[in-house]
Nanobody, 124 residues
Framework: QVQLVESGGGSVQAGGSLRLSCAAS????????MGWFRQAPGKERDFVAA????????YYADSVKGRFTISRDKVKNTAYLQMNSLKPEDTAVYYC?????????????????WGQGTQGTVSS
């Protein structure tokens, strides 16, 4: 069973940065795309960013393009999300997951049970 553990959240002021990490354990397939999602209070969980198995392709939600960067370390089975120029509307619990393609993740699809997520709070 694949388990996903997110970390790196915190509280920052608008314009600040956070770097999130997602460690996958339980021998996840290395040829799968990985992605980040977020859920703000009272809202559904939405897609944020995805990266292909080899890192060659990335895909972002329009709301984070130019501010967030997704990356991965295949050896460590870890994905990262660098978040810059943060805005109060970025406040959410951030989750990671995986699927066969970045397109699937972009459709809010995910293969594995959701982890606990990590809270990111941006104050104005």
């Amino acid at each position: 069973q694949v388990q996903l553990v997110e970390s790196g959240g915190g509280s920052v002021q608008a314009g600040g940065s956070l770097r999130l990490s997602c460690a996958a354990s339980g021998r996840p397939p290395t040829l799968y795309a990985m992605g980040w999602f977020r859920q703000a209070p009272g809202k559904e969980r939405d897609f944020v960013a995805a990266i292909s198995w080899n890192g060659a392709d990335t895909y972002y939600a329009d709301s984070v393009k130019g501010r967030f960067t997704i990356s991965r370390d295949k050896v460590k089975n870890t994905a990262y999300l660098q978040m810059n120029s943060l805005k109060p509307e970025d406040t959410a619990v951030y989750y990671c997951n995986a699927d066969r393609t970045v397109q699937a993740l972009g459709l809010n699809r995910a293969l594995y049970p959701w982890g606990q997520g990590t809270q990111g709070t941006v104050s104005s």
